[in-house]
Structures are given as structure tokens and as C-alpha cells.
């Protein structure tokens, strides 16, 4: 009697079949050929097929736990991560899979496949012919929707088991369509081990995505989910190469392949081990993936990296490493405006899995920029203001260059270009390092102090922490006219993006740009700049006290390159200096880059005070920050007070200052107001700034909020 149960269960089966294909292929109501249906007559049975699955829906639980993936800009991998039972279960579609794959598997595991529901009435009966005539199965009459629901809700292999996968496959492609059931038997086929889906099986096996797929590779991945252990052909080669070759001459019967392809596919051996999946950008998927599970599966996080870039990003930092001492390492940051276009966290994966751009470091003299671009603004300086490079006490603290020189009356420009450090404090002072740290830190640059005490002016010579990134998105401002915007890592985030804020104007910002394009190369990258595709590139380099960091930034017209060299311990490395480590790398990354298509923002106003050649008379000389003489009233801002809530009329605010040494001239939100200005417009209600200049370079400034009328 137990010998007649699957006998049975095949007549069973058949007449679910024969009933199935009655009522909903011959009267025209299957879902999937709508052209045959009146409107009233599909609504009744979509409304049916939704009826049935609120009673019994199929549990779809294991297409939604698959591996969490990043993915670049164009949708390639760039890193998976195994699921909760440690299978690699990639998503797969078969618009991403070679057509002629879906041939032979079809043809091989389900030929009419794209005619019936679920269950294929002709194989059935084919089926119970062969098991009456033989007193035993020969061949099964299991179809890929079948395969789907087992794969989907896996049991052991009874009679009941077999009943409830035909009644599901009748569901599924019901509910999903062929190609939802299609979709889903190419991510969860198993290809041995802990292999699951068409891509991860193609990624491991054949180092490549089944996009293209020759025929021998095509036929091994159709045989292998037969008996993905069995045909493991890493472990079992022999059998791998056998049970493909038959594939291929079932393929060559069915006139899907000439004999001589499938002839020459036969010959070719079989992989003889697993590739690991791509494992791009490490250190920024972990933590995209860590930020995005919240405990659940299956993420799918698409960035902005360009893998190939990504790639080869990769391969020069582990090329850069080498040559640097015993302990050392780099991370570098690509920006394209403000999307993240490739990131190297460190050189040396997976030996080191902490993220290096994201460490709090010393800038060095990198932060020196920032504060001429807000000194600019303030018109507090000139390009051609003319600073003493000598050597000064700033209370107790008496700072000295890098060189341990003194370079006597040189212009800010020429100060920022030599990186010198007395005139930097000095210009610091002017901004304020508490107004200089706060207008970082609302940038989104997150600076770390030290003490606890306020930012003090050996903020300009790298007393700070700060990151890589932070770094690299305040000089991509720069390169956006002044405009500070976050890093734009995903395509599609989770959260709202912060608001955009001002830095500095465009014109301060386009003038500090045009300094450091003209900075002095450093030894031995003058032969690197611009031997592949020459672009004005914007420099800063940077060294930290002790020889703990070394970096250099650079700007392009659309790119920003941000690189740190050091050790991953905060250890000292003598003779490591961002002009001599840091540099030629970054020049090297940027001939990784394709030409700019952009151009940088020009500045609004071409009459500018700060695009004239000659500083004007208040700004012809910085007296570094001593005290004026006695005899000069100290110049303040009497109206409108700092603080002051002010509504808006049709005059204007009025502007009254006393003190310091005529003329007065007086800056409204980092816009010159023309000379003897007495009342201010502004555009609308907000928050404004006020400063006044005299003749000397002595400023007040005054902070207030506009009041829309009522």
C-alpha cells in the first residue's frame, strides 16, 4: 500500500492540475493574460486570488531576510553582508540575469514554464504515465512555481508537503505574476554551502555578476541547485563538470545552443573554488550598515561611490602604504561637490577595521584657509594687506613658523601661500576663535577641543580635533561658492538632510581659492600635477605638532581630494610632513578622476573691494592685533545695539558708530554697504550682522534680529 501513495498523490495532483488549468486558463481568467478579460470578470478574480491569500497568505518572510547590501551609484555591489544564518542571500531579478540563462533553465527544470499557473498538466500526466507503466516515479512534475513555494516554506518531502507546495505555486503565481515567482526561485535557489541566489552564486563561482554568462557557466549554475552539496565543485569538481554537461547537451537537443558551442562549452573545467564577494569601500558599508539595521534584515543601501573609481582608489592607497615607514597609514576622501564618490577608511583592511577618516586628529595648518576666507568676508583683511611675520607674544604663548624663521612684511596672500603661522594668529585674532570655532561647528564640522575651555587662538596652528571628512566638507564649500552642504553618502536617506548654511561669501571664497592655486608645489609634485588631465587644482597641506599627521586637501573646479598619512595610534613619525607624504598622494588621486564639468561659482560683485588689486586704505596694514594709541577713541557701534530686536522699515535701520579713525565703512552680512551709508535695508526678516571699519582695520560688530512688520 505504501508503494501506491505517491501514485496517488501524482492522480491528485493531476486533477488540482486539470481543474486549476479549466477554470482559470480556459475561461480566460488568468490574471497574467488580461487582454482576454472584460473588466468585471479580472476584478472578480484578482478579488479572489487577494481573498485566499488574506485566509492563507504564503509566508515571504525568507525573500525579505535577505543579505543587507551597498551598492554604488549605478547599482554594482559593493559589499554584502552575510545574513542572520550566515548565508549569503543576494536579491536577483531576471532583468539582471543573462537571458540565456533563463532559457536553459526553463527549458531544463520547467519548459512550459510561461504558459501555465503553477502547475503543468501535461507534466503531470507525463508523470503518472511513466509511474503506472514502471510501478514506481521516474520523473517528477515539480515546476519552478512549485520549486519557488518549497524554497519559500521549506518541509520535509511527504505527500502532504507536495500537496500544499501545488496549491501554493497556484497562489504564488496568482498573487506575484511568473516573473514575482521568477524573481524570487533566482534569489533563494541554493548553490551550495551557504550560496543562495543567482548573483551571489555567479559573484563566488565566477568572480563576476550573471549578467553575462557563457554557456558553460549558465548550464553549471542551472545543474547546481539540483543538488547544490552533491555538485559542489569545489569539493566535488567531477561531478559538477558532469552534471553540467549533461545541461548543455539537453541545451543542444532543445536547439538552444549549436553543437559546437555546446561542444566547446564541455571542454572548459569547472571552478575549482569560491571567490570572495566584492568587499568595496569596507569601512564606509560597515558603517552605513551598522547605522541602518536597527536589528533588521536585508538593507539595501544604494551611495554615491563609483565602484570602478572606488576600486582603483583602493589599489593606490595599498601601492601609497608601501612606501611610507614601518606602522604608517592613509585615508582619503573623494568628493564630487558634496557627494561621497569613493572613500578609503584605511589602506591596510582588514588588518585595520577602525576608520581612519573618521578619527579625531590634528589639522595642522589646514584650518589656516577658513580663517583668511572669513577674514576676507569680514573685510578685515586684504589679499594685500600687509602683515609682520616677527615674532610676537599672544599673552603666554609665543608661536613660531615650521621653518623657525621669521619672514618679516609679507602680504596675506603671500602669508597663507608660505603657510606662515605668526600672521595666521594674528588674522585669527581679528575673526575671534570663539566666532571662527562656532561658524565651523554650524558647518557641520564637529571641532574638538582639548580643555574644556573656550577655543583660544592656537586653534589656528592645529590645536583642535577634527575629522577627514569634516575637513574635506568644509573645503568642497569653498569650491561651492562659500556654501557649506553635508556629505551626500546615500541616494535615498533615511533622514531629512540639514539645510545648507553659509561659510563666507563667494567672493571670499573664490579669492582664498585663487591664493592656494598658487601656492608653491611641493618637492618632487611638480612633475605629478596635471600629467593626465590637467585642472587647476586649490591646495592646502598640513602637519600636526610632532609629526603625528600629515595631510593635504586640494579643490578642483567639481572635485575635492582629502587625504591623511599617520599611524592609527597617534604615534609620532619624524620626517612625515603633509608636503612630503600627503601631497603627491592626493595629486595622484585626482589623475584617478575624470575632467571637471563644472565651474566654480564667480563672485556677485566683480568691483569687490577683495578682487582690486590694492587693499583700500583701511586695509592697507594689519597691525597685529596691538593695542592703537591712547589718543584714538576705541571704535564701537552705538546703534543698533548687539542683540537688538529691530522691525523693519521703509527707511532702513539706522547706523551710528563712534571712535576710531575716519572714514568709517560699514559691512551688512558680509556685503560692503556704499561709503557714508546711514541706514541699512535688509532683504527681509532674520538674523543679520553688522560691521563697522575704519581706516586702521579696527572693526565693531553687532549681531541683531529683524523683525517682520506687523
Same mark, same amino acid.
Given at each position: 500500500?505504501?508503494?501506491?501513495?505517491?501514485?496517488?498523490?501524482?492522480?491528485?495532483?493531476?486533477?488540482?492540475?486539470?481543474?486549476?488549468?479549466?477554470?482559470?486558463?480556459?475561461?480566460? #481568467?488568468?490574471?497574467?493574460?488580461?487582454?482576454?478579460?472584460?473588466?468585471?470578470?479580472?476584478?472578480?478574480?484578482?478579488? !479572489?486570488?487577494?481573498?485566499?491569500?488574506?485566509?492563507?497568505?504564503? /509566508?515571504?518572510?525568507?525573500?525579505?531576510? !535577505?543579505?543587507?547590501? #551597498?551598492?554604488?551609484?549605478?547599482?554594482?555591489?559593493?559589499?554584502?553582508?552575510?545574513?542572520?544564518?550566515?548565508?549569503?542571500?543576494?536579491?536577483?531579478?531576471?532583468?539582471?540575469?543573462?537571458?540565456?540563462?533563463?532559457?536553459?533553465?526553463?527549458?531544463?527544470?520547467?519548459?512550459?514554464?510561461?504558459?501555465?499557473?503553477?502547475?503543468?498538466?501535461?507534466?503531470?500526466?507525463?508523470?503518472?504515465?511513466?509511474?503506472?507503466?514502471?510501478?514506481?516515479?521516474?520523473?517528477?512534475?515539480?515546476?519552478?512555481?512549485?520549486?519557488? %513555494?518549497?524554497?519559500?516554506?521549506?518541509?520535509?518531502?511527504?505527500?502532504?508537503?507536495?500537496?500544499?507546495?501545488?496549491?501554493?505555486?497556484?497562489?504564488?503565481?496568482?498573487?506575484?505574476?511568473?516573473?514575482?515567482?521568477?524573481?524570487?526561485?533566482?534569489?533563494? %535557489?541554493?548553490?551550495?554551502?551557504?550560496?543562495?541566489?543567482?548573483?551571489?552564486?555567479?559573484?563566488?563561482?565566477?568572480?563576476?555578476?550573471?549578467?553575462?554568462?557563457?554557456?558553460?557557466?549558465?548550464?553549471?549554475?542551472?545543474?547546481?541547485?539540483?543538488?547544490?552539496?552533491?555538485?559542489?565543485?569545489?569539493?566535488?569538481?567531477?561531478?559538477?563538470?558532469?552534471?553540467?554537461?549533461?545541461?548543455?547537451?539537453?541545451?543542444?537537443?532543445? +536547439?538552444?545552443?549549436?553543437? @559546437?558551442?555546446?561542444?566547446?562549452?564541455?571542454?572548459?573545467?569547472?571552478?575549482?573554488?569560491?571567490?570572495?564577494?566584492?568587499?568595496?569601500?569596507?569601512?564606509?558599508?560597515?558603517?552605513?550598515?551598522?547605522?541602518?539595521? +536597527?536589528?533588521?534584515?536585508?538593507?539595501?543601501?544604494?551611495?554615491?561611490?563609483?565602484?570602478?573609481?572606488?576600486? %582603483?582608489?583602493?589599489?593606490?592607497?595599498?601601492?601609497?602604504?608601501?612606501?611610507?615607514?614601518?606602522?604608517?597609514?592613509?585615508?582619503?576622501?573623494?568628493?564630487?561637490?558634496?557627494?561621497?564618490?569613493?572613500?578609503?577608511?584605511?589602506?591596510?583592511?582588514?588588518?585595520?577595521?577602525?576608520?581612519?577618516?573618521?578619527?579625531?586628529?590634528?589639522?595642522?595648518?589646514?584650518?589656516?584657509?577658513?580663517?583668511?576666507?572669513?577674514?576676507? /568676508?569680514? $573685510?578685515?583683511?586684504?589679499?594685500?594687506?600687509?602683515?609682520? @611675520?616677527?615674532?610676537?607674544?599672544?599673552? +603666554?604663548?609665543?608661536?613660531?613658523?615650521?621653518?623657525?624663521?621669521?619672514?618679516?612684511?609679507?602680504?596675506?596672500?603671500?602669508?597663507?601661500?608660505?603657510?606662515?603661522?605668526?600672521?595666521?594668529?594674528?588674522?585669527?585674532?581679528?575673526?575671534?576663535?570663539?566666532?571662527?570655532?562656532?561658524?565651523?561647528?554650524?558647518?557641520?564640522?564637529?571641532?574638538?577641543?582639548?580643555?574644556?575651555?573656550?577655543? &583660544? $587662538?592656537?586653534?589656528?596652528?592645529?590645536?583642535?580635533?577634527?575629522?577627514?571628512?569634516?575637513?574635506?566638507?568644509?573645503?568642497?564649500?569653498?569650491?561651492?561658492?562659500?556654501?557649506?552642504?553635508?556629505?551626500?553618502?546615500?541616494?535615498?536617506?533615511?533622514?531629512?538632510?540639514?539645510?545648507?548654511?553659509?561659510?563666507?561669501?563667494?567672493?571670499?571664497?573664490?579669492?582664498?581659492?585663487?591664493?592656494?592655486?598658487?601656492?608653491?608645489?611641493?618637492?618632487?609634485?611638480?612633475?605629478?600635477?596635471?600629467?593626465?588631465?590637467?585642472?587647476?587644482?586649490?591646495?592646502?597641506?598640513?602637519?600636526?605638532?610632532?609629526?603625528?599627521?600629515?595631510?593635504?586637501?586640494?579643490?578642483?573646479?567639481?572635485?575635492?581630494?582629502?587625504?591623511?598619512? &599617520?599611524?592609527?595610534?597617534?604615534?609620532?613619525?619624524?620626517?612625515?610632513?603633509?608636503?612630503?607624504?600627503?601631497?603627491?598622494?592626493?595629486?595622484?588621486?585626482?589623475?584617478?578622476?575624470?575632467?571637471?564639468?563644472?565651474?566654480?561659482?564667480?563672485?556677485?560683485?566683480?568691483?569687490?573691494? $577683495?578682487?582690486?588689486?590694492?587693499?583700500?586704505?583701511? $586695509?592697507?596694514?594689519?597691525?597685529?592685533?596691538?593695542?592703537?594709541?591712547?589718543?584714538?577713541?576705541?571704535?564701537?557701534?552705538?546703534?543698533?545695539?548687539?542683540?537688538?530686536?529691530?522691525?523693519?522699515?521703509?527707511?532702513? #535701520?539706522?547706523?551710528?558708530?563712534?571712535?576710531?579713525?575716519?572714514?568709517?565703512?560699514?559691512?551688512?552680512?558680509?556685503?560692503?554697504?556704499?561709503?557714508?551709508?546711514?541706514?541699512? !535695508?535688509?532683504?527681509?526678516?532674520?538674523?543679520?550682522?553688522?560691521?563697522?571699519? @575704519?581706516?586702521?582695520?579696527?572693526?565693531?560688530?553687532?549681531?541683531?534680529?529683524?523683525?517682520?512688520?506687523?
Amino acid at each position: 500500500m505504501a508503494k501506491r501513495w505517491p501514485v496517488i498523490g501524482l492522480i491528485l495532483i493531476l486533477l488540482f492540475g486539470l481543474w486549476t488549468w479549466n477554470r482559470l486558463v480556459q475561461r480566460h #481568467v488568468s490574471p497574467f493574460a488580461p487582454e482576454a478579460l472584460n473588466a468585471a470578470t479580472f476584478g472578480q478574480k484578482l478579488a !479572489h486570488a487577494v481573498s485566499l491569500s488574506a485566509l492563507a497568505p504564503p /509566508d515571504l518572510s525568507r525573500i525579505h531576510g !535577505h543579505s543587507s547590501l #551597498v551598492l554604488d551609484r549605478q547599482g554594482r555591489l559593493l559589499r554584502a553582508f552575510p545574513t542572520a544564518n550566515d548565508t549569503w542571500r543576494l536579491p536577483t531579478r531576471a532583468k539582471d540575469v543573462d537571458p540565456l540563462y533563463l532559457r536553459m533553465l526553463k527549458a531544463s527544470e520547467d519548459q512550459r514554464f510561461d504558459q501555465h499557473l503553477g502547475l503543468d498538466p501535461l507534466a503531470i500526466a507525463r508523470a503518472i504515465g511513466q509511474a503506472l507503466a514502471h510501478g514506481h516515479i521516474i520523473s517528477g512534475a515539480s515546476t519552478l512555481s512549485m520549486q519557488t %513555494a518549497r524554497l519559500l516554506e521549506p518541509k520535509s518531502r511527504t505527500f502532504g508537503a507536495k500537496i500544499e507546495e501545488a496549491a501554493r505555486a497556484v497562489q504564488l503565481s496568482l498573487l506575484l505574476g511568473r516573473g514575482g515567482v521568477l524573481d524570487i526561485y533566482l534569489s533563494l %535557489a541554493p548553490f551550495g554551502g551557504t550560496l543562495e541566489g543567482v548573483t551571489a552564486a555567479s559573484l563566488a563561482w565566477f568572480g563576476h555578476t550573471p549578467d553575462r554568462l557563457t554557456p558553460a557557466e549558465a548550464a553549471l549554475l542551472v545543474a547546481l541547485p539540483q543538488s547544490p552539496e552533491r555538485l559542489r565543485p569545489d569539493r566535488h569538481p567531477e561531478a559538477a563538470k558532469a552534471a553540467r554537461n549533461r545541461i548543455l547537451q539537453r541545451m543542444e537537443a532543445h +536547439d538552444i545552443l549549436l553543437p @559546437d558551442v555546446a561542444h566547446a562549452a564541455q571542454m572548459e573545467d569547472v571552478p575549482r573554488f569560491q571567490r570572495a564577494l566584492p568587499r568595496l569601500a569596507p569601512h564606509l558599508a560597515e558603517g552605513l550598515v551598522a547605522a541602518a539595521q +536597527d536589528g533588521a534584515q536585508g538593507k539595501i543601501l544604494h551611495t554615491h561611490i563609483d565602484a570602478n573609481l572606488q576600486r %582603483a582608489l583602493e589599489v593606490l592607497g595599498q601601492s601609497w602604504r608601501g612606501k611610507l615607514e614601518p606602522g604608517s597609514d592613509l585615508a582619503v576622501v573623494i568628493l564630487d561637490g558634496n557627494r561621497l564618490i569613493a572613500h578609503l577608511g584605511s589602506a591596510d583592511w582588514p588588518t585595520r577595521q577602525l576608520d581612519l577618516s573618521r578619527a579625531v586628529r590634528s589639522p595642522g595648518s589646514t584650518l589656516k584657509p577658513f580663517i583668511y576666507a572669513i577674514a576676507f /568676508d569680514d $573685510l578685515a583683511l586684504h589679499p594685500a594687506t600687509l602683515m609682520d @611675520d616677527m615674532p610676537q607674544r599672544f599673552g +603666554d604663548w609665543q608661536p613660531r613658523n615650521f621653518d623657525h624663521e621669521f619672514h618679516g612684511t609679507v602680504t596675506a596672500r603671500e602669508a597663507l601661500q608660505r603657510s606662515l603661522n605668526i600672521p595666521a594668529v594674528q588674522a585669527l585674532e581679528r575673526v575671534g576663535p570663539a566666532r571662527f570655532a562656532a561658524l565651523l561647528n554650524r558647518c557641520g564640522a564637529r571641532l574638538e577641543f582639548p580643555t574644556a575651555d573656550d577655543p &583660544g $587662538l592656537p586653534l589656528a596652528l592645529g590645536g583642535v580635533g577634527i575629522r577627514l571628512t569634516d575637513l574635506a566638507m568644509l573645503y568642497a564649500a569653498l569650491g561651492q561658492g562659500g556654501l557649506c552642504r553635508p556629505l551626500d553618502i546615500l541616494q535615498n536617506p533615511a533622514v531629512n538632510t540639514p539645510p545648507a548654511q553659509r561659510l563666507v561669501d563667494s567672493t571670499a571664497a573664490q579669492v582664498v581659492l585663487d591664493i592656494l592655486e598658487n601656492s608653491p608645489m611641493p618637492e618632487g609634485v611638480a612633475s605629478i600635477r596635471g600629467t593626465q588631465r590637467p585642472r587647476r587644482i586649490a591646495f592646502k597641506t598640513g602637519t600636526s605638532y610632532g609629526y603625528r599627521d600629515a595631510w593635504t586637501v586640494g579643490v578642483s573646479a567639481q572635485y575635492t581630494v582629502a587625504v591623511w598619512v &599617520g599611524r592609527a595610534d597617534g604615534g609620532a613619525s619624524p620626517g612625515s610632513v603633509g608636503r612630503l607624504t600627503a601631497a603627491p598622494l592626493m595629486f595622484k588621486a585626482f589623475d584617478l578622476l575624470p575632467p571637471d564639468h563644472r565651474a566654480r561659482p564667480a563672485a556677485r560683485d566683480p568691483q569687490h573691494p $577683495l578682487l582690486q588689486g590694492t587693499a583700500p586704505p583701511a $586695509l592697507a596694514r594689519l597691525n597685529g592685533g596691538k593695542a592703537e594709541q591712547a589718543s584714538i577713541p576705541r571704535l564701537r557701534i552705538l546703534f543698533p545695539p548687539d542683540g537688538a530686536s529691530i522691525e523693519s522699515i521703509n527707511e532702513g #535701520v539706522a547706523l551710528n558708530a563712534s571712535g576710531g579713525l575716519a572714514p568709517l565703512r560699514w559691512i551688512a552680512n558680509g556685503v560692503p554697504l556704499p561709503e557714508n551709508t546711514r541706514f541699512w !535695508h535688509p532683504e527681509g526678516a532674520g538674523f543679520g550682522t553688522l560691521v563697522v571699519l @575704519d581706516s586702521s582695520g579696527r572693526r565693531a560688530e553687532t549681531r541683531i534680529r529683524v523683525l517682520a512688520p506687523e
